[in-house]
């Protein structure tokens, strides 16, 4: 038997190495969500985890592939986590399942498993939940209220397991919250005064967003990321909503509000960086986090949905393919 000749080139990332960084990169985030909002989120990642684990062996045992090297690769449980940061954090058992199912068979595993998915999982589930599911994927706790301690880590177990509470303790979020009151005329500064704001973003979403961009900047420094994605995307968002804000600081919101509300840093480092679903040249990834941040400020200013990072992210993979063909580097020799 014949070896093919030199070189041989090893490159020094493996697959489950990458995506155990990523989990670990996610803990901080996770950590301060659930001291915020509550241990919600801890039953949603379990819930999210065991469905995609679930879901992804069951394809994979239809499709007679090996399943436990693609189990423990740890791809599914990487777009397990990222949905669950997605969800409210008392979305009910179902809405979770269904979310992680439709992501791991219909928008990976259908498509022929990891490396061949054209649009990035996790997204896909969160956008047919919000379609599908508005009222659930619209409602979260205040910070406000679990620091009184109205909401128990018990009642939050029932609310996801259907045991009611949801309506009571849930409300609009702060893009929720600031769209709907500006399109009712209410001055920015009011609606900006309100104890679902803090000094950046919303109150408590300021936080995660924090550590969210921390666990992203750790990624950039163990090069499981780079940085073209994630400047580019909130560098564009960051310069777009400051513009608007210049020209009318009473119907757009600050460019710092922007980037700590909402799920801008999570698409940026975490979502938009998928080196399957997204563009791979530098200058594509550019331009890819670019469209991100101009499609996100776009929506979320004058779109139906008050967030706009998953339909951004998946808008863009559409684009990606396009702009690998524009942006393919020179071919070494050619003139």
């Known amino acids: 038997m014949s070896t093919i000749t030199s070189p041989h080139l090893h490159g020094p990332a493996v697959l489950n190495k990458v995506m155990l960084q990523v989990m670990l990169a ?27 684990l679930l879901s992804e062996a069951l394809v994979l045992w239809l499709r007679a592939r090996p399943i436990v090297p693609t189990l423990l690769d740890g791809s599914a449980v990487v777009t397990a986590l990222l949905l669950a940061l997605a969800l409210p954090p008392l979305a009910p058992w179902w809405l979770t399942s269904v979310g992680v199912a439709f992501a791991i068979i219909f928008a990976k595993q259908l498509y022929g498993g990891l490396g061949f998915n054209p649009f990035n999982p996790a997204m896909v589930g969160y956008v047919v939940l919000l379609i599908s599911f508005p009222r659930e994927m619209t409602s979260w706790l205040s910070p406000a209220e679990l620091r009184e301690g109205s909401v128990t880590l018990a009642m939050s177990a029932g609310a996801i397991l259907g045991d009611g509470g949801l309506d009571t ?10 769209k709907t009151r500006l399109n009712m005329g209410v001055a920015l500064e009011q609606i900006m005064a309100t104890q679902l704001f803090g000094h950046l973003g919303g109150r ?6 924090g550590m969210i961009l921390l666990g992203g900047l750790w990624l950039l420094f163990k090069r499981v990321i780079s940085w073209h994605v994630p400047v580019a995307m909130l560098g564009t968002l960051f310069v777009t909503a400051g513009l608007f804000h210049l020209i009318n600081p009473g119907a757009y919101a600050s460019p710092l509000f922007h980037l700590f509300a909402g799920g801008a840093m999570l698409g940026a480092f975490f979502i938009a960086t998928d080196p399957v679903s997204g563009a791979t040249s530098n200058r594509g990834r550019l331009l890819f986090g670019a469209g991100a941040g101009v499609l996100v400020f776009v929506i979320r200013s004058w779109g139906g949905y008050p967030d706009g990072v998953a339909f951004a992210v998946l808008l863009m993979n559409m684009v990606a393919p396009t702009l690998d063909y524009y942006t393919r580097p020179r071919v070494f020799g050619q003139v």
């Not at 303790?169 to 600031?178: R, V």
Request: proline share 5%; glycine share 14%; net charge negative.
């Open 26 to 52: 996610l803990l901080p985030a996770l950590g301060v969500h659930a001291w915020l909002f509550g241990g919600g989120i801890l039953f949603t990642v379990a819930i999210a985890t065991s469905v995609a």
């Open 169 to 178: 303790l849930s409300g609009a979020t702060p893009l929720d919250t600031l």
């Open 204 to 209: 408590g979403w300021e936080l995660v967003n």
